[in-house]
T-cell receptor
C-alpha cells in the first residue's frame, strides 16, 4: 500500500511568517509530487508540482523535494490570512499507470 | 470552458434509495476519477477510468458502481445508499493516468447526506 503522510495540523503561523508544510511518502518509485490547496467547502486546486530533487519556486511558494529521504515540503513565504486552507500532498509513482495518492492534508491557519 | 462539472451539488437520500452522480469534463481528458472526502480522512479514491471504455476500483469501491459513458462523462451510482456513504464526492479528470506532471482538475463536489 503506497502511503503519503502529512501532519493534520492545524498549523498556525502569524501573518508575514514562513509556513512550512511537510509530506513523506513510502514508495521509492514515486516520480512526481503535487501540492493542492483546498479552501473550506471548495474543491482542491493545484498550486505546485515538482519532480526533480531540489527547490522549485513560484512566487511566494517553494516546493522542496528530497527523494533520498522520501520527503517533499511546501514553504509559503510572507503568509497571508488568505493562505488559510488545507494543503494536500499528492504523489504519482508513474509506474504501472496508477492514480495519484493523496495525503490527508495539513490545515494551515494564518493569524492576522 | 467549464472544466469539470458535477450534478447535483447537494442531495439528501433515505437509506436504501439509489442515485447517480453525474460528472462531465470539456478538456478532452482521457482519465477521470471519483473521490469521496470525509472529515479527517482526506481524499479517498472510489473508482477511476484510465481511458474511455475502462474502469478500475480504487481504495473504497464497495457500495458504488461507475460508468464511463463516453470520453466526457463518468457517472457514479449508489445502488442502495447507506448512512456511511454520507460524504462529499469529487469528480476529477486528467489528461492521462500515470504521467509525470499531468494535473488533476476537480469538479465543485456533491454533498450527499444519507439519513
Amino acid at each position: 500500500q503506497k502511503e503519503v503522510e502529512q501532519n493534520s495540523g492545524p498549523l498556525s503561523v502569524p501573518e508575514g511568517a514562513i509556513a512550512s508544510l511537510n509530506c513523506t511518502y513510502s514508495d521509492r518509485g514515486s516520480q512526481s509530487f503535487f501540492w493542492y490547496r483546498q479552501y473550506s467547502g471548495k474543491s482542491p486546486e493545484l498550486i505546485m508540482f515538482i519532480y526533480s530533487n531540489g527547490d522549485k519556486e513560484d512566487g511566494r511558494f517553494t516546493a522542496q523535494l528530497n527523494k533520498a529521504s522520501q520527503y517533499v515540503s511546501l514553504l509559503i513565504r510572507d503568509s497571508q490570512p488568505s493562505d488559510s486552507a488545507t494543503y494536500l500532498c499528492a504523489v504519482n509513482t508513474n509506474s504501472g499507470n496508477t492514480p495519484l495518492v493523496f495525503g490527508k492534508g495539513t490545515r494551515l491557519s494564518v493569524i492576522a | 470552458n467549464a472544466g469539470v462539472t458535477q450534478t447535483p451539488k447537494f442531495q439528501v437520500l433515505k437509506t436504501g434509495q439509489s442515485m447517480t452522480l453525474q460528472c462531465a469534463q470539456d478538456m478532452n481528458h482521457n482519465s477521470m476519477y471519483w473521490y469521496r472526502q470525509d472529515p479527517g480522512m482526506g481524499l479517498r479514491l472510489i473508482y477511476y477510468s484510465a481511458s474511455e471504455g475502462t474502469t478500475d476500483k480504487g481504495e473504497v469501491p464497495n457500495g458504488y458502481n461507475v460508468s464511463r459513458l463516453n470520453k466526457r462523462e463518468f457517472s457514479l451510482r449508489l445502488e442502495s445508499a447507506a448512512p456511511s456513504q454520507t460524504s462529499v464526492y469529487f469528480c476529477a479528470s486528467s489528461e492521462r493516468l500515470g504521467a509525470s506532471s499531468y494535473e488533476q482538475y476537480f469538479g465543485p463536489g456533491t454533498r450527499l447526506t444519507v439519513t
